[in-house]
Structures are given as structure tokens and as C-alpha cells.
């Protein structure tokens, strides 16, 4: 757990980040969003102390994070800078293997832990391991940056818009292998990011930043419904809210009974996918199947996905 109370970071006299506090339960996934200039680089960095702040404290696991000498801190926090931050004169497997060499693991667990880094980003240990950064693509070197975070298997992990340049196949990759691997391990991460589809998709809470100031902690679905300032409101696009709350769930929560014709549409495929599917087939409803086995479930129905889209009561 990640408790952050009154926490303030003044430059000369200007307050980048305001009497921010909020708590971050372990094991989840919260992203901050907010505008270029909002103080989401700065918060970020108070917590494993890349920034001391002016006034305020951070409690990891009830103990204060200026308890720890600072080095000592962010070996055992994973950190992605903006821009991946690899080092170029070392190799992709040098990379991703300095905090464990930091830490004085020996040679054969951090060359198992290369390994298995790599695969789980999907790339070749063999081929790609002993590559310089500049021979990787720029998504491959945002993996790689993320791999090197985790490599000494941290219970935290920030994250400074990890896929900001990614593009969206690559992206929506990359984001299921991270939601996987945060899964296996039980991470707690708190990454930034200027997209909120991706925010919506990633976070099990977001905090929204403005000026220095927090503005809204809330579950996705709460800040979909509820946002607490026009600001929140903006920031979420008024014309994209309904496809929003659509993307919060699956298919399998809106199966009835019945029979429909045409191809049938897998239960874990998103509300907003599926209705997209309906509209571009010309169809009332589609049969839904099991994802796993291809079962018959039964049918979703358009006008059900519709009203679930409209602005709740
Ligand atoms: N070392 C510093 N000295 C003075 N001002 C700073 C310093 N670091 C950041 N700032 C200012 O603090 C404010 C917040 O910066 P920060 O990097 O946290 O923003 P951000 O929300 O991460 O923006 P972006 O989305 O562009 O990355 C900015 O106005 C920035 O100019
Ligand atoms: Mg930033």
C-alpha cells in the first residue's frame, strides 16, 4: 500500500505538484492522467525519491519512504522513464540485468531472469539479448525499458507513459502483456499516460492531475459517471463517453436468451466492440459463444448494448 498525504513540491514559488494525497491499495493498477505541465512527472518522482518534496510524506507498507537511503529505495522500486531511458552502450541483456547485478544476484539467476523477461515481452533472448538499443525498433526498446523495471522483481512499479510511442497493435500488445505479467506477479503500478482509453483500460483507479492539484481519484466507471470538474469532464471528450462506459465491460455480463443469426461474437470481446460489429453487419443481435471452447451462450442484442451506453441515472 501507497499512502500519499499532503504531499507538495514547490519550485521557487510555484507549487508543480499541491497538497496531493491519495492511497494506492497493493496489487492494483492507477494511472495518471492530466494535462502537459500538470505535475504527473514530479508526483511520480517523489515516490521512489528521484525528487524530494517540499512538504508531505509517502508511507509504503506504513513505513516512510525517506526511512530507506534513497539508492537503496529505487532498486527496490521498478522505474520507466519517459523515452525508455536504456542504456545505448549496453546490451539489451546488460539492460535488463543492472539492478539485479546492483543487488549482487549471482550470474545464473540473472542470466534465467533475462531470459524470462524477454520472453514474456515476446522477444527472442537468443536473437535479441545481445543487441545494442539502436539496433531494436522503438517499441522493442519501450518493452525492453519496461523488462528492466521488473527485472529485479519489484512490488512497484512506475511508470512514465511507458507506450506513448507505440502504435495502437503494438500498443494494445504490449499493454495485455503488461496487465499479464502485473497479474503473475501481483505488481502494484502507477503509470502515467496522456491517453485515457488507455487509462480506462489499464487502471483499476485514475488520478486526474491539473495545475499541481489532484482532482479526482476514482474507479473508471466512477469517473465516467461522475467526473467531478468540467475540467475531468473535458478530459474525458463529452462525444466519446457513451463508448466509454461500453468499453468497461464484456459481452458475457449482456448474454440473453434466444437465437440469432450470423457470426457469433466470442464472450470476452468489449461491449463497444461488440456493438461496433452489430452496426457494421446491419444486425438486431449476434450469438455470443464461449472464449474458451466456443459454446453457445446465447444472443447480445444492439438495443441492449445502446441503452447500456446511455448516461446512467
Ligand atoms: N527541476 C525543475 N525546476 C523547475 N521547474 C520544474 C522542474 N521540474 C519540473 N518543473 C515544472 O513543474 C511542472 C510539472 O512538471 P512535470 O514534469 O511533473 O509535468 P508532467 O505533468 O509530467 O508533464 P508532461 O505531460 O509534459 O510530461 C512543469 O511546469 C515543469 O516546468
Ligand atoms: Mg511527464
Redesign the pocket.
Known amino acids: 500500500m501507497i499512502e500519499i498525504s499532503g504531499l507538495t513540491k514547490l519550485?521557487g514559488d510555484n507549487a508543480?505538484v499541491n497538497d496531493v494525497s491519495f492511497t494506492v491499495e497493493p496489487r492494483s493498477v492507477t494511472a495518471i492522467v492530466?494535462t502537459?505541465?500538470?505535475?504527473?512527472?514530479?508526483?511520480m518522482r517523489m515516490i521512489n525519491r528521484m525528487t524530494e518534496p517540499t512538504h508531505g510524506r509517502i508511507l509504503i507498507d506504513g513505513q516512510d519512504n525517506r526511512s530507506l537511503p534513497a539508492h537503496e529505495l529505487r532498486r527496490r522500486i521498478g522505474y520507466v522513464i519517459?523515452n525508455h531511458g536504456l542504456f545505448p552502450h549496453r546490451t539489451v541483456a546488460e539492460n535488463i540485468a543492472t539492478v539485479p547485478g546492483l543487488l549482487g544476484w549471482d550470474r545464473e539467476r540473472i542470466e534465467a531472469r533475462v531470459r524470462e523477461l524477454l520472453s514474456l515481452f515476446q522477444l527472442d533472448p537468443a536473437q535479441y539479448g545481445p543487441r545494442y538499443p539502436h539496433e531494436l525498433s522503438g517499441g522493442q526498446q519501450q518493452r525492453v525499458g519496461v523488462a528492466r523495471a521488473l527485472a529485479a522483481e519489484p512490488n512497484i512499479l512506475l511508470m512514465d507513459e511507458p507506450f506513448g510511442a507505440l502504435d495502437p497493435i503494438i500498443r494494445a500488445k504490449a499493454q495485455a502483456d503488461l496487465l499479464d505479467i502485473q497479474k503473475r506477479f501481483g505488481t502494484t503500478i502507477i503509470f502515467?499516460t496522456?491517453d485515457m482509453e488507455e487509462a480506462i483500460h489499464m487502471g483499476d483507479r485514475i488520478a486526474v492531475?491539473d495545475d499541481g492539484r489532484l482532482l479526482q481519484y476514482d474507479t473508471p466507471a466512477q469517473i465516467l459517471a461522475r467526473p467531478a470538474t468540467p475540467f475531468v469532464e473535458e478530459l474525458i471528450g463529452a462525444s466519446e463517453r457513451p463508448f466509454r462506459f461500453l468499453s468497461l465491460g464484456k459481452v458475457a455480463d449482456m448474454v440473453e436468451e434466444g437465437s440469432a443469426a450470423g457470426t457469433p461474437i466470442a464472450s470476452a470481446t468489449s461491449r463497444r466492440d461488440a456493438l461496433a460489429e452489430l452496426l457494421w453487419s446491419g444486425r438486431e443481435a449476434a450469438p455470443v459463444i464461449a472464449e474458451r471452447g466456443g459454446a453457445a451462450l446465447g444472443i447480445v442484442r444492439r438495443a441492449r448494448l445502446i441503452a447500456e451506453a446511455a448516461r446512467p441515472a
Open positions: 519550485y508543480v492530466g502537459s505541465g500538470s505535475g504527473k512527472t514530479t508526483l519517459q502515467v496522456h492531475m
